[in-house]
């Protein structure tokens, strides 16, 4: 069974910097990618990041390009989202998503598995 743990998310002000992390279990995760997905109230789902595990490749959303990067330490079986220069419409719950696949996908549906989120607030 693959497990999906987010933590670090928090309050910080605009500008300020947040890591979060997904500590994956259940699985051996070189065969998989892995993405980090956000969603305001009353807002769809979007695609932040991804990352693939096997050789480190990764794709990011034009919103964050420049601000965000993903990375992975394959030892802790963690993935990290380091997150800078961080503006209020960052504010949303952040997901930890993974798939079987060596693609870097940003359909979330295309995700079977998914972590509990965890909230990203900045401030103005």
């Known amino acids: 069974q693959v497990q999906l743990v987010e933590s670090g998310g928090g309050l910080v002000q605009a500008g300020g910097s947040l890591r979060l992390s997904c500590a994956a279990s259940?699985?051996?995760?070189?065969?998989?990618?892995m993405a980090w997905f956000r969603q305001a109230p009353g807002k769809e789902r979007e695609f932040v990041a991804a990352i693939r595990w096997s050789d480190g490749s990764t794709r990011s959303a034009d919103s964050v390009k420049g601000r965000f990067s993903v990375s992975r330490d394959s030892a802790k079986n963690t993935v990290y989202l380091q997150m800078n220069s961080l503006k209020p419409e960052d504010t949303a719950v952040y997901y930890c998503?993974?798939?079987?696949?060596?693609?870097?996908?940003?359909?979330?549906?295309?995700?079977?598995?998914w972590g509990q989120g965890t909230q990203v607030t900045v401030s103005s």
């Open positions: 259940g699985r051996t995760f070189e065969s998989y990618t």
């Open positions: 998503a993974a798939d079987r696949t060596i693609f870097l996908r940003i359909t979330s549906r295309t995700y079977p598995y």
